[in-house]
């Protein structure tokens, strides 16, 4: 591996989820040819160091080590940390959900984890103190990692669209089958966005926040661009294309995915501007 010299490294287990390059992207960074993520700058600073310690720990496949040791325990215990207001990131990436990222909303009305990370006990003890978890929202088939071990924690319901629920997820509580949108409380909305999976679901939090699973995400390359993809389209490309149009009927200014980046806009109206660009994109037959 190309890594920097010093005591952080990459090693050829990884996957390319980009938990690293999230958590601490002055330290790792992707070698576009071998589709790896690799130490491009060894931790300048102790903020530095804290980071690449929190993206060694979470990391899903146990690919990232280092000889310094000394940030590690303090790293392990510090998800899920805040991504914007209610919302936390969980880390703690499961290689069973190919290191997708799932979430915590702390809400007075109960607490809800949007998919599943790793059950590791640092996070789930943290969680545990933030008051538990009331619900398990489950975008999709994909992603449910360990779910099982984390209802039985908390003693939470889970929910996941009947088209995804299989084998591994029989026992989950809610398996709703609609194809419109509920409201699940005055501050969650569940909405069916086939396409990527025939079950895929996004949830929409306080008008603000829209977990979308593997449907739709931010760009690495280009932090002012949202991204779809018929490469990582399981089930219709076409019924993605209409569930990203569904989207324009909702107001939001996040968009938190499972995959790829978490999306910013300045407004409503600015986030409508983008799906519509990304839109008409994809109805001329882009988007790789």
């Not at 790293?75 to 990131?89: E, T």
């Not at 977990?211 to 993809?229: Q, Y």
């Not at 499972?258 to 988007?287: C, I, Q, W």
Request: charged content about 25%.
């Amino acid at each position: 591996m190309e890594n920097a010299p010093g005591p952080f490294f990459v090693d050829d287990t990884c996957i390319d989820c980009d938990t690293c390059r999230q958590i601490a992207p002055a330290t790792f960074g992707r070698l576009d040819a071998r589709g790896l993520s690799y130490v491009a700058h060894q931790p300048r600073s102790p903020a530095d160091r804290r980071l690449a310690s929190m993206a060694l720990v979470a990391c899903p496949t146990a690919s990232i080590g280092s000889s310094d040791k000394g940030a590690i325990p303090e790293a392990a215990r510090a998800f899920p940390i805040a991504a914007d207001g209610d919302v936390s990131y969980c880390g703690y990436a499961s290689e069973a959900s190919y290191g997708a990222s799932s979430y915590f909303i702390r809400r007075d009305a109960g607490n809800v984890l949007v998919d599943s990370p790793r059950a590791a006990r640092p996070l789930l003890d943290n969680i545990e103190a933030a008051g538990g978890v009331a619900l398990m929202f489950l975008s999709h088939r994909d992603d449910v990692a360990d779910h099982d071990v984390i209802a039985r924690r908390f003693g939470c319901r889970r929910i996941l669209h009947a088209a995804d629920v299989g084998r591994e997820t029989r026992a989950v509580e809610m398996q709703w089958d609609a194809t419109e949108p509920i409201d699940l409380a005055p501050d969650l909305v569940l909405i069916p966005v086939p396409g990527h999976t025939r079950g895929s679901a996004a949830l929409l939090y306080a008008q603000r926040y829209l977990f979308t699973g593997d449907h739709l995400w931010g760009s690495e390359d280009d932090p002012e661009r949202l991204e779809a993809s018929r490469s990582v389209c399981w089930y219709s490309w076409t019924e993605q294309t209409r569930s990203i149009a569904r989207l324009l009927d909702f107001e939001f200014e996040w968009v938190l995915p499972g995959h790829g980046r978490r999306y910013h806009a300045e407004s409503p109206a600015a986030m409508r501007r983008e799906l519509e660009r990304l839109l008409a994109v994809m109805k001329r037959g882009g988007v790789c």
